[in-house]
């Protein structure tokens, strides 16, 4: 594997073969190829372009995170967060608001490229990675494959027999997906916090299954053991892991770059795409610096496009491209079909007696199970809390089966995209996650938190989510394979295909379908 090393250190923004041995690449204005964004559909389609021997530019808005602060570190921690943790803000935003209802969680920085985002619409907001490698250097790792009847039926044009056969099984191995070894689950301080939870759901009746993840179990046991830096076990996820996570910078996109045919951009940021009269594509692109300046406004040209942006990147780059006619052709399912994997995220207090440990690991292991509920289906991950001494937490995402989906629709005016998202919406969810935790509580005695989110009363944190999906749905705004409609060699390979709704964490699918369109795309659009 290449590692993306070089090109950082010596401060320069294009990652390639030639930037790891030459001082100054040649700057690039076209390329056969061009992928915008780098998280899971991005680098998917990065890869398997590069191997197919295609010229490939990824361009990406947030930085490479591979050189160390003044502190030796890549990534600060989620305990004394610093510039790096947020994208251009002044304060963090973090999930957890307060504890005890003090403001003791989020920090004043000093605004920044950081890595991760707090996206704000009207009634929802949505975290997203910034950085080579999107998504992946700033969530949990959990690596789940969704129930196939559930695939099946948010994806009925979809051969299911061929994704479980194929691609799925090829998305978790390049992802590195692996299982922590049930006997050290057992046996850990780390995994206390889990044990409560699954006794808990027990009480109540309800099925706790092992979650696998892409962090490397294997070195987790050595950060226990003292034989290895520690991450997982020192409080990193939200703000990048410098240890132990296989995030996409040393999976797929390192494969990318050791083709010779990949070149990644990185504070680039593509802000429309048109078409020329001879069929290429032509995207206007603001290179920032550190300071959220626009240095360059540039253009490049490719003959074929495909978009990664993630479900938020990729349908507000489409909906202003049809809405201000740069893509007129563009179809009336650009925009929509967009929901939130029915996120809600809640805590209860434990008894005396049950206690979570000081010491949490920062990967989730473990989800309980009642999709099967017919009545009110529901996965709720068991999410940990590290905050360094006991405090009885036990603290959940639910994914509920939240039908509600909303769209986006460009404001001429302020020439934003606006999403159509209601609190009614997320109240749907809500009320689906506390019939399975009330049954928790009332099998067990014990109570919701009312302290962690901001407000005297709320228990539910209804207003973000971690899974935004949708916005482009397969087969509606694009063809069964990511082709958009309207515009040949325009291919979507990320989240907003998926329609609103998946009932686990979503980037082994995103990456599996990534994978799927590129198989096709690759023998039936490329050829000569
Ligand atoms: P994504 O990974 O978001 O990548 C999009 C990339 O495109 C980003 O790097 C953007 O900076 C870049 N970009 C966007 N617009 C532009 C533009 N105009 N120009 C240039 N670049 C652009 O998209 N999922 C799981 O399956 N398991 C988990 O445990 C899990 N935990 C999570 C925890 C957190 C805190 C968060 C925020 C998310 C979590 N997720 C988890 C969700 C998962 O990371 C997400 O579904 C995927 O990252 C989405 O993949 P995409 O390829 O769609």
Redesign the pocket.
């Known amino acids: 594997m290449i590692a993306l090393q070089t090109a950082a250190t010596a401060g320069l923004t294009r990652i390639g073969l030639k930037s790891a041995q030459a001082a100054e690449p040649a700057a690039v204005d076209n390329a056969t190829a061009i992928v915008?964004?780098?998280?899971?559909?991005?680098?998917?389609a990065a890869l398997r372009l590069g191997q197919a021997g295609i010229r490939t530019l990824v361009?990406?808005?947030?930085r490479l995170w591979n050189t160390a602060g003044s502190d030796g570190k890549v990534f600060c921690s989620t305990s004394a967060p610093d510039q790096r943790s947020m994208w251009f803000r002044t304060r963090t935003e973090a999930?957890l608001a307060t504890f005890l209802w003090l403001d003791l969680v989020n920090k004043d920085i000093s605004a920044y490229p950081g890595v991760?985002?707090r996206v704000h619409y009207d009634h929802m907001s949505?975290?997203?990675?910034?950085?080579?490698?999107?998504?992946?250097?700033?969530?949990?790792?959990?690596?789940?494959t969704p129930l196939k009847s559930y695939f099946a039926e948010q994806f009925p044009t979809v051969d299911a027999d061929e994704m479980y056969g194929t691609y799925f099984p090829r998305a978790r191995s390049m992802l590195g997906v692996n299982t922590v070894d049930p006997a050290w689950f057992e046996s850990t301080e780390w995994y206390q916090f889990t044990r409560t939870s699954r006794k808990a759901a027990a009480n109540a009746g309800l099925k706790t299954t092992f979650v696998p993840?892409v962090y490397d179990f294997g070195y987790m046991q050595r950060e226990a053991a003292g034989t290895a830096t520690r991450s997982a076990l020192a409080g990193e996820?939200?703000y990048g892991n410098n240890q132990g996570k296989r995030s996409?910078d040393k999976t797929y996109l390192a494969a990318a770059l050791g083709t010779g045919n990949v070149t990644i951009h990185t504070l680039?940021?593509?802000?429309s795409v048109t078409r020329a009269s001879d069929g290429s594509y032509v995207l206007t692109?603001d290179r920032i610096d550190t300071t959220g300046t626009v240095v360059e406004t540039k253009q490049y040209s490719c003959t074929y496009l495909f978009l990664?942006?993630?479900?938020?990147?990729?349908t507000?780059?489409l909906v202003r491209a049809r809405d201000t006619g740069t893509l007129p052709d563009l179809t009336s399912g650009v925009g929509a079909g967009w929901g939130t994997n029915g996120n809600t995220m809640l805590g209860r207090a434990n008894h005396l007696w049950d206690t979570v440990g000081a010491n949490q690991a920062t990967?989730?292991v473990m989800g309980i199970d009642d999709w099967a509920n017919t009545a009110n289906p529901v996965f709720a991950?068991i999410a940990p809390l590290p905050m360094g001494f006991e405090h009885w937490i036990s603290l959940y995402?639910a994914i509920t089966k939240n039908p509600e989906r909303a769209s986006f629709s460009y404001d001429s005016t302020s020439g934003a995209v606006k999403l159509g998202w209601t609190p009614a919406q997320s109240a749907v969810s809500v009320a689906m996650a506390k019939k399975l935790f009330d049954r928790i509580n009332a099998a067990n005695l014990t109570i919701y938190r009312y302290d962690l989110f901001g407000s005297t009363s709320k228990i539910f944190a209804d207003d973000f989510t971690?899974?935004?999906?949708g916005g482009c749905v397969l087969g509606k705004a694009t063809d069964d394979y990511g082709r958009v409609k309207g515009y040949s060699r325009l291919y979507i390979?990320?989240?907003?295909l998926?329609p609103g709704s998946l009932g686990?964490?979503?980037?082994?699918?995103?990456?599996a379908l990534?994978e799927r369109t590129m198989a096709r795309v690759l023998a039936e659009d490329t050829a000569p």
């Open positions: 915008v964004g780098s998280g899971y559909g991005g680098a998917v361009l990406e808005m947030g999930p991760l985002d949505v975290y997203v990675g910034r950085g080579v490698g999107g998504g992946s250097l700033v969530n949990g790792g959990m690596a789940v993840n996820v939200i996409l680039e940021k593509v802000r692109v990664g942006g993630g479900s938020l990147g990729t507000e780059l990967m989730p991950e995402l971690y899974h935004p999906l390979t990320d989240g907003s998926v686990v964490n979503p980037f082994v699918t995103i990456t990534a």
